[in-house]
C-alpha cells in the first residue's frame, strides 16, 4: 500500500488541526504501523480568509479577538472597538454594506497578528505536550486534493459541509477518488472541538490535551479503516 494521508480539517489551518497533525505525527514517528501513515492539517475556507472573504461575524470575531489580546495597532483600536460594540449583536444580513467594508478593512489590517497570536498560543501548548520545536505545524495551508489522501478528519460539521461543497466542484473538472470524510469527535465518541478564539493558552492546551486523551481511540478507529479501504 502506498502511503496513505490522513488530515485533520478546520476553517483556517491555525489552532484546532494544527495540533491534530502536530499529536498525531509525534505519535506515528514513535510506533510501527502496518503501512506508512502521514499525518497532515488543511483548511478549508484558508483561500477565503487571505483574501479577506471570511463571513462577517467570523471578521468582528478576529477584531475582538484582537481586542481582547491588546495586539492592535493603536490608530485602529478605536474603529475596532466601535465596530464590534456596534454590530455584536446583530445578524449579518441586517449590517448595512458600508458597516461590512468598514469591518473587512479592519479584518485585513488584524487578521495577520491575530492568527500569529494564536499559532504562538498553540506552538507554546505543543512544546509543553512534549512537541519538538522543529516540528511544530505552520498555519493556514489551503486544503489540497492529494491522490494519496484516504481520510478526512473534520473538526466539526460545517466543514464537512465545505468539504462536500469542495469535492463536488472538483468532481465536475477531474476523475478523482474522494476520500473518506469523517467527523473526529464522531470517530472517538467526544463531542466535537469547538473553535474558540479569544481562550489563549487556555484553549491552546485543551486542544492538546483533546487529541492526547482520544489518540489510541482515533488510532484504533484510523487504522481499521484504511486496512478496510486496502483490503477492498
Known amino acids: 500500500m502506498h502511503k496513505a494521508i490522513v488530515r485533520g480539517v478546520d476553517w483556517g489551518n491555525i489552532q484546532r488541526s494544527p495540533t491534530f497533525e502536530a499529536v498525531f ?20 475556507m484558508v483561500e477565503k480568509i487571505l483574501a479577506n472573504l471570511s463571513p462577517v461575524k467570523v471578521k468582528l470575531s478576529i477584531i475582538d479577538t484582537g481586542l481582547v489580546y491588546g ?32 469591518i473587512t478593512g479592519v479584518y485585513a ?8 497570536k494564536q499559532m504562538d498560543f498553540r506552538n507554546k501548548a505543543l512544546i509543553e505536550a512534549g512537541i519538538l520545536e522543529d516540528s511544530l505545524p505552520g498555519m493556514r495551508v489551503p486544503y489540497k486534493h492529494h491522490s494519496d489522501l484516504k481520510l478526512v478528519l473534520a473538526l466539526d460539521q460545517i466543514v464537512v459541509t465545505k468539504l462536500e461543497e469542495y469535492y463536488q466542484a472538483l468532481e465536475q473538472k477531474e476523475d478523482i477518488t474522494r476520500p473518506l470524510i469523517k467527523i473526529y469527535g464522531n470517530l472517538v465518541s467526544r ?41 477492498e
Open 25 to 44: 505525527s509525534k505519535h506515528t514517528s514513535e510506533t510501527k504501523h502496518p503501512f506508512p501513515i502521514v499525518f497532515d492539517s488543511g483548511g478549508i
Open 71 to 102: 495586539i492592535l495597532p493603536e490608530d485602529i483600536k478605536q474603529t475596532a472597538q466601535e465596530l464590534v460594540d456596534e454590530c455584536r449583536d446583530i445578524e449579518d444580513d441586517m449590517i448595512f454594506d458600508n458597516i461590512k467594508r468598514s
Open 109 to 116: 489590517q488584524v487578521k495577520d497578528l491575530v492568527h500569529t
Open 191 to 231: 463531542e466535537p472541538l469547538k473553535d474558540i478564539h479569544t481562550g489563549g493558552m487556555e484553549t491552546a492546551r485543551n486542544q492538546v490535551k483533546y487529541f492526547l486523551e482520544t489518540q489510541d481511540s482515533a488510532m484504533k478507529k484510523i487504522i481499521e479503516t484504511l486496512q478496510k479501504d486496502h483490503t
